[in-house]
């Protein structure tokens, strides 16, 4: 096992273990104590709500909110939401007005903010909700482009990202105040992006790393401005059109853990039309089942953050390999935990010196999973047959330890969220749900 690179408290967010997506700006979905779920008893709770039903987030001790979008692509306009949910039975307990888009259909994101409020960005828009999911500011971003996610920095402003493939041209990283929702800064990366940022706050000070079409490029993060690293912007992408783009990373033992492959036919099809996501008719390519768009097999990288050299490794060497969400790092085990939604397969990649399988799994993921370092508990999502459900894996040996139908017909590349009392909620488009182990 090595050290162990957490970062709690989390400045600029509401205290609480889980105010963000993953859980933090190092997107390391890791959650204190565990499930204990070996030889418990699993209860779950789903609630079948039609929406496309993003992410859950913890503001104080038994405060849920659930962030999402409705699925729109075609018909009347689509729009975003915020709901309070009761953190047993998933009653909405409270819930936003309809929150205006830009007309984007996408996933978006939402945040618990150090001074109380949740802030969204769904579409072209960003929201600053009180705790009653009631409007307190309303902000048009400066690009007309779907943004995929946010996070909050150190001194409590906020940034986001629009999301581009290739040859759509760059993207643009803006920063907000948080109060106003004003922008800050504006800038213009390299190249477009398409998986969600993360952020570390270092001795050395505070950076953003971001996968780009081809690179994956940093900023530094001053009071006045984001600043594009032009020394540090290791190339990713070599394999030409056997390699498709990267999700978001994962900042973990001074590297940053990418997955390629992201740019599956479903989001060609949605960032192909503008406004993103919305199309006249039903469109066929929207399923993360279709074959991958290129031949080559799902790799794991991971990217030196000093030198920016990259270790490479294709766990299952199928060909066509492609996912939907990023890996995650376990540092207390040593291990790396990466995955091929399109033909299936889980695997624990050990990090103790080169990048080798230590185990693999017949299962089928595609959504943020949540690790449990303390109990070595892996919990993720496992698609068959139709049917959704729940996992739990021993990080170290790759046994499954248990598994739990959701009852949802459809799986996405959505977050799981450590609850307070072993327990995990599950996102996916029309339904939610709560799953906890007990005696």
Not at 230 to 249: F, I, K, N, V
Not at 293 to 298: A, E, I, R, S, V
Not at 355 to 370: F, I
Not at 378 to 404: C, K, P, S
Request: hydrophobic share 40%; glycine share 12%; with cysteine.
């Amino acid at each position: 096992m090595t050290g162990i690179d957490r970062q709690a408290p989390l400045p600029g967010y509401y205290p609480s273990p889980w105010p963000v997506e993953c859980g933090g700006n190092r997107r390391q979905k890791a959650a204190a104590g565990g499930l204990h779920a070996r030889g418990a008893t699993s209860r779950i709770t789903t609630v079948r709500n039609g929406r496309w039903n993003v992410m859950m987030i913890r503001r104080a001790a038994g405060q849920l909110y659930l962030g999402g979008t409705m699925p729109a692509f075609t018909g009347p306009p689509p729009y975003g939401w915020l709901q309070k949910l009761d953190p047993v039975t998933l009653e909405v307990l409270a819930e936003s007005p309809p929150l205006p888009c830009g007309d984007h259909v996408w996933c978006g994101a939402i945040a618990a903010h150090a001074n109380g409020d949740i802030i969204k960005v769904n579409g072209s828009y960003m929201h600053r909700l009180d705790p009653g999911c009631q409007v307190v500011t309303e902000r048009k971003l400066p690009v007309d482009q779907a943004h995929n996610g946010l996070l909050i920095l150190s001194d409590g402003s906020i940034v986001t990202k629009d999301l581009r493939l290739a040859g759509q041209g760059p993207s643009t990283v803006t920063r907000l105040a948080p109060d106003g929702l004003e922008v800050m800064q504006s800038v213009a990366l390299p190249e477009g992006s398409m998986g969600r940022v993360a952020a570390d706050l270092t001795p050395d000070g505070e950076f953003i790393y971001i996968p780009g079409i081809e690179h994956v490029w940093r900023l530094r993060v001053t009071p006045d401005a984001l600043d594009v690293d032009e020394a540090w912007s290791p190339r990713y992408r070599t394999e030409g059109g056997s390699q498709g783009l990267s999700w978001d990373g994962c900042i973990s033992e001074g590297a940053l853990w990418l997955m390629d492959n992201g740019d599956i036919d479903s989001l060609r099809a949605i960032y192909g039309v503008h406004p993103n996501g919305r199309f006249e008719a039903p469109d066929k390519r929207l399923s993360w089942r279709r074959p991958a768009p290129w031949d080559g097999p799902q790799r794991l990288l991971r990217v030196d953050l000093a030198s920016g050299h990259i270790d490479v490794i294709a766990p299952f060497g199928t060909p066509g390999g492609g996912i939907i969400a990023p890996p995650v790092n376990v540092p207390e085990h040593g291990m790396c935990i990466a995955w091929d939604s399109i033909n299936g397969g889980l695997a624990g990649v050990s990090t103790t010196d080169r990048l080798n399988v230590a185990w693999t799994l017949d299962a089928r993921p595609s959504m943020q999973p949540v690790v449990y370092p303390e109990t070595g508990e892996l919990v993720i999502n496992d698609f068959q047959d139709g049917d959704d459900t729940l996992i739990v894996v021993d990080i170290a040996t790759g046994a499954l330890i248990d598994r739990v139908g959701t009852g949802s017909q459809v799986a996405n590349g959505m977050f799981l969220t450590a609850g307070e009392d072993r327990d995990v909620y599950y996102c996916s488009t029309l339904a939610i749900s709560r799953v906890q182990w007990g005696a």
